[in-house]
């Protein structure tokens, strides 16, 4: 998938659910996985090397903020 729309964001979400992910994260990550798109990639491919959520939360609670680089970590509000 490498164009935005609808059905691809749904697809996307369903993609990065199976990850553990709830619905309302998955499509907040699909939309912003589209968005932030480099040129020539596929957004499987970037939900390929994503984390599931468990080792996100162990990331999280082991190196914490500044494991993300100083950005606004994936996904919002944890």
Do not use: C, H
């Not at 998938?1 to 993609?15: E, I």
């Not at 798109?37 to 996100?56: C, H, Q, S, Y």
């Amino acid at each position: 998938m490498k164009r935005k729309t609808y059905n691809s964001v749904l697809k996307a979400g369903k993609l990065i659910q199976k990850k553990g992910y709830d619905e309302k994260e998955a499509l907040e990550l699909a939309v912003r996985f589209f968005d932030d798109l480099p040129n020539g990639r596929d957004v499987e491919f970037m939900i390929d090397k994503m984390a599931t959520k468990e080792e996100w939360l162990e990331d999280q609670r082991k190196y914490g903020y500044l494991f993300q680089g100083g950005r606004k970590s994936y996904p919002v509000g944890y």
